[in-house]
């Protein structure tokens, strides 16, 4: 089954009855980005910048960071790069960016709030991604966003860029990581291009689990019924205004929740590079009906166990 899958690879990815979902690659090096392609991805789903930055010993300038990601835009040849802006705090600390000490870092200073106490830092980026881009797509998602104001100063930052720097091919949006913007999906949907539904941290703020507790993180499951409609409310929101749905965390490549997240809506799954094939393998197993049964099946549960014992049994 493997190897059918792998042979498969390059091929799009579409239910028994033709409904097409994009798959692609989470990338943390921009030197993978060939290997990704290789094994079917159909672009970056999410280049998790801060592993760019993290992989110099002091913060890399403009011409470093357009050379990094050039490198992962000519690799896709024209498939989408969706980039998030460095996502540092919390868990993840950068060297050369020395954060303040907090009792709660996973409740403090991180994401975009970080990013936008040094808007100088996120101004680079955004210059060197749209640099790199030129006339190719880019997408590019702003982390940890919890409402509307957060990203309008944001997207404040990136006007300025944009007005500088010639990029056609551009999107602007907001991953959804915090309830609050799923719970204020509607106002959002409005104002970006896209949501992309990072579910490690969804499942980590709204089930009150630290994702990395050693003895509690096996209860942080994104098959929860209370992640899954909060997932739903962002896919209907966006849908509403004609807005694309990715989903770059974990949730993504596990093959119960493949049939949820389709059933529910989502347009396109970004995974680790190793797993395209399979997933894609797993939606071509599907029609769109049997997915939208276990998106209700699962909504229908209470708790994380019942909805992978409902799930086992259909
Ligand atoms: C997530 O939170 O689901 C996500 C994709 O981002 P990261 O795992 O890098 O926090
Ligand atoms: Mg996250």
């Not at 680079?124 to 990203?151: C, S, Y």
Request: hydrophobic share 45%.
């Amino acid at each position: 089954r493997e190897r059918e899958a792998y042979a498969a690879r390059h091929e799009e990815a579409r239910t028994q009855d033709g409904h097409r979902v994009e798959v692609a690659a989470n990338l943390g090096n921009t030197a993978h980005a060939a290997d990704a392609v290789e094994r079917g991805a159909e672009g970056v789903g999410l280049l998790r910048t801060e592993f760019v930055f993290m992989a110099h010993p002091d913060a890399p300038d403009l011409d470093t960071q357009i050379a990094e990601y050039r490198q992962a835009i000519d690799a896709l040849d024209g498939r989408p790069l969706v980039a998030r802006t460095l996502d540092v705090g919390g868990d993840k600390p950068l060297p050369y960016w020395p954060l303040p000490q907090e009792d709660n870092p996973f409740l403090g200073l991180r994401g975009i709030r970080l990013a936008l106490t040094r808007p100088e830092v996120l101004e680079t980026q955004l210059r060197a991604l749209l640099t790199a881009a030129g006339d190719r797509p880019l997408r590019i998602m702003f982390p940890m966003v919890k409402d509307i104001a957060e990203f309008r100063a944001a997207r404040e930052i990136f006007d300025r860029v944009q007005a500088e720097v010639q990029a056609s091919d551009v999107q602007l949006g907001v991953m959804i990581e915090i309830p609050s913007c799923a719970l204020l999906a509607p106002s959002l949907a409005a104002e970006v291009d896209f949501f992309s539904i990072g579910t490690n941290d969804l499942t980590q703020y709204t089930l009150a689990i630290d994702r990395g507790h050693a003895e509690l993180s096996a209860q942080a499951d994104g098959l929860h019924p209370a992640v899954l409609a909060l997932i739903r409310m962002t896919v209907e929101a966006a849908h509403a205004e004609g807005k694309w749905v990715g989903v770059c965390g974990e949730l993504a490549s596990d093959a119960q929740a493949v049939p949820v997240l389709i059933g529910l809506g989502v347009d396109e799954l970004s995974v680790s590079a190793r797993q395209v094939p399979m997933v894609k393998a797993r939606l071509r197993e599907l029609t769109l009906e049997t997915a939208r049964h276990h998106a209700d099946m699962a909504l229908r549960q209470s708790t994380s166990d019942a909805v992978r014992e409902a799930l086992e049994a259909l």
